[in-house]
């Protein structure tokens, strides 16, 4: 993934006001709670997560419930979808993306 001048080749997480590269999960491919806390500390109205090009990420179902009860907007799909969705609408709504690049 390519963002201004610089090339991506692992997972990361798009802020409204930096990018945090190398973004690791606890348990690699189940995207949990613990795993957004950096996230949740900026209180997005949307979180745009991309599961990876063959969608192998998988995403916690009490993480979703636990977003829609706090009023976040979830996305969740494979990566190049989920990079649409975020381009079409981070200047719109406060978002943040968490994006799985491999697999």
Sequence with gaps: MTIGDITYHSDLIIFPNKIKSNWRREEGHNLQMEDLQEILSFKPEV?????????????????????????????????????????????????????????
């Design 47 to 103: 979180l745009v997560i991309g599961t990876g090009k063959f969608r192998l990420m998988k995403v916690d179902s009490s993480l979703v419930n636990n977003l829609n009860e706090q009023g976040i907007e979830l996305i969740i799909e494979k990566t190049s979808k989920a990079v649409e969705k975020y381009n079409a609408i981070h200047e719109e709504a406060f978002t943040v993306a968490a994006f799985h690049l491999t697999c």
